[in-house]
C-alpha cells in the first residue's frame, strides 16, 4: 500500500514563501510520477504541478513562474517550492502518486495545510 506524508505548510504573509515535502513508502518511487493538488475552501481539488518519473513537469497557469516542483528519488521525496505566495493560494495541499498529469492516483496523504495572508 502506498503511504504518503505531506509538511512544510503554515502561516505566510503575501509574497513570501514556503517548501512542502511528500515523503513517499510504498512504491517504486523512482519509476512513479508526483503529483501536488490543493484544495480551498468550497473548492474543488485541483492539480497544481506534477513531475514524471522522467522529471518533465507541469504547472497550472495560476502558479507558474512562482512554483517549483522537484523530486528526491534516493529520499523518496517530492517538493513544491512556492514563491510570491498570494492569499488565494491558500488551501491545503495533498500529493498523489500519478503517472502524469491526466491521472489522479488511489492514495492520498493527509495535506498540509498553507495559509496566506494579506
Known amino acids: 500500500q502506498v503511504q504518503l506524508v505531506e509538511s512544510g505548510g503554515g502561516l505566510v504573509q503575501a509574497g513570501g514563501s514556503l517548501r512542502l515535502s511528500c515523503a513517499a513508502s510504498?512504491?517504486?518511487?523512482?519509476?512513479?510520477?508526483m503529483g501536488w493538488h490543493r484544495q480551498a475552501p468550497g473548492k474543488q481539488r485541483e492539480l497544481v504541478a506534477h513531475?514524471?518519473?522522467?522529471?518533465?513537469?507541469y504547472y497550472v497557469d495560476s502558479v507558474k513562474g512562482r512554483f517549483t516542483i522537484s523530486r528526491d528519488n534516493a529520499k523518496n521525496t517530492v517538493y513544491l517550492q512556492m514563491s510570491s505566495l498570494k492569499p488565494e493560494d491558500t488551501a491545503v495541499y495533498y500529493c498523489?502518486?500519478?503517472?502524469?498529469?491526466?491521472?489522479?492516483?488511489?492514495?492520498w496523504g493527509q495535506g498540509t495545510q498553507v495559509t496566506v495572508s494579506s
Open positions: 510504498g512504491t517504486i518511487f523512482k519509476l512513479t510520477g
Open positions: 513531475i514524471t518519473s522522467g522529471g518533465s513537469t
Open positions: 498523489n502518486a500519478a503517472p502524469s498529469r491526466y491521472s489522479v492516483g488511489n492514495y
